[in-house]
């Protein structure tokens, strides 16, 4: 119905950059607030970022001033531009959306909440 694919990651030195996509695929009318999240080796997994689909944007204190969140309507994606990366930012990286509105044969819409992507392994040596 509706499918997260992101890409973007990989294996990069400190204080280096990577740049994470993430694009929404279905038959997709509506999407609320897209988000990156990410969970290292025996952690939680934690907001880094999300944007709402005004332009408004959260992060986490960790990424604040390294991490730019962004997005394109039309694309139906959201980006994550990461710099200065540290070695404690290794982690698989998420992309959520909080809840989308769908084309459905019978009903005519319908609404999905909180879909998730497969994740995207970023690693930062140091």
């Known amino acids: 119905q509706v499918q997260l694919v992101e890409s973007g990651g990989g294996l990069v030195q400190g204080g280096g950059s990577l740049r994470l996509s993430c694009a929404a695929s279905g038959s997709i009318l509506n999407i609320n607030t897209m988000g990156w999240y990410r969970q290292a080796p025996g952690k939680q997994r934690e907001l880094a970022a999300l944007?709402?689909?005004?332009?408004?944007?959260n992060y986490a204190d960790s990424v604040k001033g390294r991490f730019t969140i962004s997005r394109d309507n039309g694309k139906k994606t959201v980006y994550l531009q990461m710099n200065s990366l540290k070695p404690e930012d290794t982690a698989g990286y998420y992309c959520?959306?909080?809840?989308?509105?769908?084309?459905?044969?019978?009903?005519?819409?319908?609404?999905?909440?909180?879909?998730w992507g497969q994740g995207t392994q970023v690693t930062v040596s140091s």
């Open positions: 959520n959306v909080d809840w989308v509105v769908i084309r459905d044969q019978a009903m005519g819409a319908k609404e999905i909440f909180d879909v």
């Open positions: 944007i709402t689909v005004d332009g408004n944007t």
